[in-house]
């Protein structure tokens, strides 16, 4: 029998390192592991979660696709990583189980109303995705295939995923109540055969999207960060969207956010900012906040 060989690669400074199988497998799989309890079917990857510095691991085929933590670089341990993989395989073990010892938790989908008319909620009961992510349109999805599938509906208009939930914007001329069914019923079918929500190369691009570093902020900056990570943010995110910190003008005493998800272009997204988001930052910093605008409201 032909030993199993592991070709090992990846960019200098990358999180991410692949480990193809040669000769190749017959297995036919694209699948992502967020942690050890979601590998229960695949023997390979729960070994690799072993690893202190693995986060997160993802089967395409004859390729293990590995993501590490921050606390070494992949030139430390590649080696090291890939021949351990190389005698798990040579050893006989497996790196999928067969479909039989798969057990499937049941996927749930529930549409949920939001302040915004143009926009609706659609809840499940896995995670989706580690942040929030707004995509306007198409061409922000690239590598992100249940995305760009939702937006090959015609009345798709803007979507943002958060941890549990998609949020979807439609055009104006068409009701809810014509497509909320449709959206629930693919977004359930999509999940439960498993399809990958946001691709490799995605992941890896997007670290500037929704988290604001501290250690480019002054006091109240971080201080109007803290408020509105607080007591802004689940507010919103129960609306289905997201508040994102802009910038702050010590003269004018002036906080600019952007609004993300259902916040974005709610008509009552003005009366939010001013008579509550406005209001929390004027109370918790006094002298130090008089307006809020949205730089996209």
Do not use: H
């Not at 072993?50 to 933590?69: G, M």
């Not at 050893?91 to 939001?114: C, H, Q, R």
């Not at 995305?147 to 439609?170: G, M, Q, T």
Request: with cysteine.
């Amino acid at each position: 029998m032909q030993k199993i060989q592991i070709v090992a690669s990846c960019n200098s400074g990358a999180k991410l390192a692949k480990f193809t199988i040669n000769p190749a497998t017959k297995i036919n799989i694209t699948k992502t592991y967020a942690n050890i309890d979601q590998a229960a079917d695949a023997p390979l990857v729960k070994q690799l979660f072993y690893l202190p510095f693995v986060k997160k691991v993802s089967i395409e085929n004859d390729t293990i696709i590995v993501e590490r933590f921050d606390i070494l670089d992949w030139e430390e341990v590649i080696t090291e990583v890939a021949k351990q993989i190389e005698d798990y395989l040579n050893d006989g073990g497996s790196i999928i189980d067969t479909p039989k010892n798969i057990k499937k938790s049941p996927i749930t989908i529930y549409a949920e109303s939001t302040p915004n008319p143009s926009a609706m909620k659609f809840v499940a009961n896995i995670k989706l995705t580690e942040q929030s992510i707004s995509f306007e349109n198409i061409e922000n999805a690239v590598d992100a295939p249940l995305i760009k599938a939702l937006f090959n509906f015609p009345y798709v208009k803007e979507i943002f995923l958060d941890e549990n939930y998609i949020s979807i914007s439609k055009y104006e001329g068409t009701d809810w109540d014509e497509i909320v069914m449709e959206l629930r019923g693919f977004i359930k079918s999509y999940l439960e055969d498993e399809k990958i929500i946001l691709g490799n190369s995605f992941l890896e691009s997007i670290g500037k999207i929704t988290s604001v570093s501290s250690d480019n902020l002054n006091e109240t900056e971080q201080e109007i960060v803290k408020v509105l990570d607080e007591y802004v943010k689940p507010a919103v995110a129960s609306d289905g969207g997201n508040i994102i910190f802009d910038s702050y003008s010590e003269k004018e005493k002036l906080v600019k956010v952007l609004l993300q998800g259902a916040c974005s272009g709610c008509p009552s997204s003005t009366f939010t900012l001013k008579s509550g988001i406005e209001n929390i930052l004027k109370e918790m910093l006094p002298g130090k906040v008089n307006l809020v605008e949205a730089v996209n409201g």
